[in-house]
């Protein structure tokens, strides 16, 4: 059966309010989105909708180098999955996308989650709730309620490969005016393809 990949994005975006995440988390990354390319060309996930407001948020496309991404450090994984589950996952990711004026970020289970209480509301999720959601499309990959899951479990899933590591503005799979590098050819960014990468 043929396989294919989905990209998990681990980020610290370094704002005040993932400063303040971390305070509790103790972690590096309190952010995650997901890919369902090796470009990240169209990278998913709930969070804030005005960059300089953390209070309004839901449905977003996040972009490589533009918002908050600009000085974001990250780590991005490939994920295995069936033909199938890809095409389900997607499916849901389009569906939610179609209807995303219904969906709100859900604030209020991220500090839920911080006190370990399981806390659901409708329509409204905060990003690892989201991803953890649409990787369940694939059965038996979280043993927990999506609304437990953090960014931190999700790294710890056992079948993620390490892509690339390192500021994400210079990830080498991008374009050269999406990444703001006047010099960066092609060719350079193919040497990466496959393997993973640390740009410190």
Known sequence: MKERKVYLLFT?????FTKLIKLFTKQPYNHVSISFDGELREIFSFGRKKHDNPFIGGFVREQIAV???KKARCELYSF????????????KVKQIEAEKNLYKYNLLGLFAILLNINFKR???FFCSQFVAMILNEKKHVI???PNMVTPQNLLALNSLELVYKGKLHLFPYQTKEIAGINNLELSFRSDFIGNAVDIS
């Open 122 to 124: 409708k329509n409204a």
């Open 80 to 91: 295995k999955v069936s033909e199938l589950d890809y095409e389900r996952m997607l499916c």
């Open 67 to 69: 918002g908050l991404f």
């Open 12 to 16: 610290d975006t370094g704002t005040n």
């Open 143 to 145: 043993d927990k309620s």
